[in-house]
């Protein structure tokens, strides 16, 4: 392992010496540097592995107190990581339990079947969840994996959750409430909920049409509204916030299962957001002229404005009426103005009751630019990784039980193969380099053999 570091170091301070003897342009180090750095990093990890696994196989006292016996030598495997592909040459063992494992896969901290490392699986998921699997593989991996395998590592995260958080208090929350409608493989669609919690609504320049920007926003999202999402949405509002003397504005279309987050939020008011009451609106005056039913149009605002359920009825028999062809549209959006009045009027007698309410961007920027806004199909699989990913701010893997405690003879085979860095003795110059020595087949398939004691002794 130490001929091999100090040959890179060598190594590399003649190729540093020729490339500036050029006078290059900062293109050609950078390009230099990033691919040449990287080979050598892959270079002494392989050395490394190499080592701790000579290191064990030699340590017959210790593989036999932990029961590890050669079954056999020379397996490869390749893992892709951020620095290149890794591969390297490890023992197969036969334990007491009658299984068979790869003790240096365990010192590594790598899966049996692992072909990524950590980082590009973090790297795949963190560029799925903005684009399309092809994309993230180009991005992270300039295209060495397939799809299926992005998707794979997608598979394998999970949302991770801010846990350094203060709780504090506000006067004011006010939680978006919508969903977006998902397309499935199977040709169905899923409706997925969507809450967003912030402190209010904040003006960004000047103008008589300034953006606005909501304060201290978070979201959560799961595949299916209920009992558990509103428990989750209320654990999430009381980490962050102490809600002894906090007003609760509850917005969205007045679904039932928006409604049924009033049961959880304490001191909370639902109130329609202006979408879908504009949207009832039109229901009623779709059919009539821009002169026409002033009166009836002037009848349903103040109604509105002022929670009159008589008013609003005895309008709407006016226009149908005046439109019988429409009769059922104008009933329809009579009906859903008439079930949410008390959600409408409280905007225009609660001046805090407009501070919220956008729950349709929430909804696009959030789920629908990457789960619905282009033709495409998706396995309820994928979104339960992917659909708490896209509402975090970021995303783990997920953890594997493993085993906690090495053997004895597997921790001191990493210990002695970093050890053989420090060793200072020199070597004869006559010597043979081990690590530039070539073995017998014979000798390195561990198969052992009349042949095979005769060569390994020959090699003593």
Known sequence: MKSIITSVVEQLKEEFTELFRGAPSIEDVEEFSWTRLKQVAVELTEAYVKEIDQVLHNDKAGRRSA?????????????LTDIGEISYDRTYYALRDGTYSFPVDEVLGVDSY??????????????AKEGSYAKASRIVTEGNVSRQTVMNALRRCRARED??????????????????????????????????????VEKIGEGKRPRRKCINVFHHSALRAGEDFWDDVCEKITARY???STRIYLHGDGAAWIKQG?????????????????????????????????????????????????ALIAAGNRLIQM????????????????????????RYQDPEARNGGATEPHVSHVLSSRLSSRPMGWSVQTLEHLVPILVAKSHEIIPKSKQEELPDCLDQAAERAIASLNDK?????????????LTFEVIRNGCVTQLYQTMKGLSR
């Open 67 to 79: 029961g590890l016996v050669v079954e056999r030598l020379g397996n490869n495997r390749s893992i």
């Open 262 to 310: 009033l049961e959880y939020l304490p001191n909370s008011t639902f109130v329609l957001d202006c979408y879908h009451r504009n949207k009832a609106k039109k229901m009623l005056f779709a059919g009539c002229k821009k002169s026409e039913a002033k009166s009836e149009k002037n009848a349903v605002s103040n109604a509105l404005r002022y929670g009159n359920a008589d």
């Open 163 to 200: 846990k350094e958080i203060k709780q504090r208090q506000v006067p004011v929350l006010h939680i978006d409430a919508d969903e977006d409608h998902i397309s499935l493989q199977n040709g169905r669609s899923m409706a997925v909920p969507l809450v967003s919690i912030y402190e209010g």
């Open 114 to 127: 692992q072909r990524l490392s950590d980082r590009i699986v973090l790297g795949l998921a963190g560029e």
């Open 425 to 437: 003795r020199k070597n004869s110059p006559f010597a043979v380099d081990p690590d530039r020595c």
């Open 323 to 346: 439109h019988p062809e429409r009769q059922e549209r104008i009933e329809e959006g009579l009906s859903y103005l008439y079930n949410n009045l008390d959600a409408i009027a409280i």
């Open 242 to 244: 102490d809600l002894k």
